[in-house]
């Protein structure tokens, strides 16, 4: 059977479909969804059978990360007590991630999946709550992670190694008014990096200068791969802008970073898929986890950076594919699922402006009340959660109804995340 649901859905055709966000977009059914979505989460998790994890990807935190994005959005933030259940999500996640027994300490650094994830979204609900000492303190649990990171972090990937506590530096600085995480940490955590890509690339010979391992597989997609990790270092300080200069990154970094970034332009295939690893790739899925589905922030990221148009035009066959084929049957998650797909035409749509994006991820919105999807689709194994269940799906519903802000969690490619000087 095929990975993916046939689409159903016309091209865009402005005469037919309109111009104005307001009639692509059917904001009533989102609503809608949005508040059946939520009712089912508040229920389900409280079952005695829900199966409880801590993290963001598929645990409590995720959940608690959801409601924080309804709080801040203007269409929803009154509909629901949106702080308060974030606060109790998160509460819940620090007493299972207490409850387990003594982790490895690069746990402290994990983001998606560990302990420094669970204290950047803590310390942004404690900040909105108005508990400003306790949101300090929990970032300076956050910052713990920073030592792990020089040290004894295995891994450089989004889920648990320096790529993710990254994602989770930039977004505190995004979502607080104090940019709290200097950008001296953010250059040091890059530094390692790019010295363990390098040496990586090296020592088993690889065309392009960075390359990286996790479980001894060279990812190439963004929740273990290559693609995340270079975005992460595109959204560094070093490439703040001084004139037509970039201000604080050598000859030799901005070469490394540059070349294997265009790399990314010699795999594409003719579909404008990514093989899921560099050497041995058996398949090429159309995920956010893996293939182009992910590694469209990258190039949407490359293009706003170097302002090249061969990076915008490896995006947009990217979301070409998507649209052929992003309707996964795996479910309505962000990680690999419809809504993930989905959100990758809102990147495209706030990246060129064009409605045609709009509309499609409103198709992919669609999508998700048909009795085809319905029936069809596969229940994830943790059906409420933020990266494969009804949290995600929620986030990305919120974004269509805010498109000129939406963003992937944690992968934003507009907004500064470092401090000006
Ligand atoms: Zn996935």
């Known amino acids: 059977m095929s990975r993916f649901f046939d689409n159903p859905y016309d091209e865009y055709n402005e005469s037919i479909h309109g111009t104005e966000t307001t009639t692509i977009v059917n904001k009533d059914l989102v609503v809608q969804l949005v508040k059946d979505f939520t009712a089912t989460i508040l229920t389900e998790t409280k079952k005695s059978n829900y199966k409880l994890r801590d993290d963001l990807y598929v645990g409590e ?3 608690a990360f959801m409601f924080w994005k309804l709080s ?4 929803f933030k009154h509909l629901f007590p949106c702080l308060e259940h974030a606060s109790s999500y998160i509460q819940r996640a620090y007493e299972i991630s207490e409850s387990k027994p003594s982790e490895d300490s690069s746990s402290i650094a994990a983001f998606l999946c560990g302990k420094s994830g669970i204290n950047a979204v803590s310390a942004v609900i404690s900040h909105d709550l108005g508990n400003h000492d306790e949101s300090r303190r929990l970032i300076a649990d956050f910052l713990k992670g920073h030592v792990i990171c020089n040290d004894n972090c295995k891994a450089d990937e989004m889920l648990v190694g320096r790529a993710g506590y990254l994602s989770g530096a930039y977004w505190l600085n995004q979502s607080l008014p104090t940019k709290p995480i200097k950008n001296e940490v953010i250059q040091d955590v890059c530094q ?4 363990r890509g390098r040496g990586y690339s090296r020592a ?4 392009l200068p960075l390359m990286y391992a996790y479980h001894e597989s060279d990812y190439l997609g963004a929740a273990h791969g290559l693609c995340a990790i270079l975005h992460m270092l595109l959204e560094s300080p ?4 001084i004139g037509c200069e970039f201000n604080n990154i050598s000859v030799t970094k901005l070469n490394d970073i540059k070349a294997s970034v265009e790399h990314f332009l010699l795999i594409q295939d003719a579909d404008g898929n990514f093989p899921t690893k560099y050497y041995n790739s058996n398949k090429k899925l159309i995920h956010w986890c893996h293939g ?5 922030y990258l190039l949407a990221k490359a293009y706003l950076i170097f302002n090249e148009d061969k990076y915008l035009e490896a995006a947009r066959k990217c979301a070409d594919l998507i649209w052929g084929q992003g309707l996964l049957r795996k479910g309505p998650g962000i990680c690999h699922g419809v809504a993930g797909n989905g959100y990758a035409f809102l990147l495209m749509f706030r990246l060129t402006r064009e409605n045609k994006y709009l509309y499609r991820a409103a198709k992919f919105m669609e999508f998700l009340t048909t009795d085809t999807f319905k029936n069809g689709a596969r229940k994830p194994d943790r059906p409420y959660s933020l990266y494969e269940g009804l949290a995600g799906t929620v986030c990305f519903l ?3 109804l805010q498109p000129s802000v ?3 969690p944690f992968m934003d490619v507009f907004d500064v995340k470092y401090n000006e000087i």
């Open 61 to 63: 935190a995720g959940i």
């Open 72 to 75: 801040r959005s203007r269409e």
């Open 192 to 195: 390692t990096i790019i010295k």
């Open 204 to 207: 088993r010979r690889y065309p």
């Open 238 to 241: 070093w490439f703040m802008k």
């Open 292 to 296: 182009c589905a992910g590694v469209i």
């Open 398 to 400: 919120v974004d269509l």
């Open 406 to 408: 939406a963003h992937f």
